[in-house]
């Protein structure tokens, strides 16, 4: 199926995990990627995998200029047509154990690399005749999540943010839709024990941890055209944990 021929993605945050996912199933589905990412040896690398139909860029999501650079990639690859705000840390500390330089990280980077993001692509998605930006929040912008006060904080902040950009950006043809995943088996969440993994696994009614692509799908159908009129949705991609 050749459902993103002509379209080219950013994601942020694609060199491994998620991202990565996205980027390959995107290329298989006739897409071209940029994978920006702080990940210059494993970004290099799955791009190689990719082919002509991929090209990694240095990017960290804080700093304005290495999304200019990520977007002008993007252009010299025929245009700018989705981008996701896939890029993210978590460190996960309870309310007492978070001191502000923690705070402030995880803000500069899920949150203010999301707002710069958007920020940078509008024009060039403008001149590709609209597109679509996929904000990569979490469970834990839907509701508390245990011990991590930061993170919890900047992925309620996404889903806010997307609602926000939305309704600023449909007159311009652009989409905003947040996607809330539940754990999924990356390497983020190797800082979990394994009875912390334990935990997250009974809560889950569909019985089993996610994987990278069971998000990856959910995030090309909002990319594509099938989902031409959805704008400040929120989906739940987590087996069914929120509930
Ligand atoms: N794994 C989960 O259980 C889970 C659950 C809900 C939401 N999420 C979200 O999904 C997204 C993808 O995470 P993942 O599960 O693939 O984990 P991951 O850690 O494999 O991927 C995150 C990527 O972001 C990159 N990154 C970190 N800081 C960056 C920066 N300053 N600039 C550019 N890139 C940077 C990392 O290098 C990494 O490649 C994140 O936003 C994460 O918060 C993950």
Same mark, same amino acid.
């Given at each position: 199926m050749a459902r993103f021929a002509g379209k080219v993605v950013l994601i942020s945050? /694609? &060199?491994?995990g998620q991202g990565a996912a996205e980027a390959r199933l995107l290329v298989a589905e006739g897409g071209r990627v940029v994978i920006g990412d702080v990940l210059e040896a494993q970004g290099r690398a799955l791009a190689a995998e990719l082919g002509a139909a991929a090209r990694f860029v240095r990017q960290d999501v804080t700093r304005l200029e290495d999304w200019a650079a990520a977007v002008e990639a993007a252009e010299s690859m025929g245009g700018l047509h989705g981008m996701v705000n896939n890029a993210g840390i978590y460190v996960p500390k309870p309310l007492m154990q978070t001191d502000a330089e923690l705070f402030e990280r995880h803000m500069r980077v899920n949150q203010l690399g999301c707002f710069l993001g958007m920020q940078a692509v509008v024009p060039a998605m403008e001149r590709a005749g609209g597109g679509s930006i996929v904000n990569i929040s979490s469970t834990a912008g839907l509701r508390g999540s245990p011990g991590a006060l930061a993170y919890c904080a900047t992925k309620w902040a996404l889903r806010g943010m997307t609602k926000a950009a939305a309704v600023d950006l449909a007159p311009r043809g652009i989409r905003v839709n947040s996607v809330h995943p539940g754990?999924? =088996? $990356? =390497? +983020? !969440?190797? !800082?979990? $024990?394994n009875e912390q993994r334990a935990v997250r696994l009974s809560q889950i009614p569909i019985g089993r941890i996610g994987e990278a692509e069971d998000v990856a799908r959910v995030v090309l159908f909002l990319l594509s *055209? *099938?989902? &031409?009129? +959805? $704008? /400040?949705a929120e989906l739940s991609v987590d087996g069914g944990a929120s509930l």
């Open positions: 945050g /694609g &060199a491994r754990p999924i =088996d $990356t =390497d +983020m !969440v190797k !800082v979990w $024990t *055209e *099938e989902s &031409a009129y +959805m $704008t /400040g």
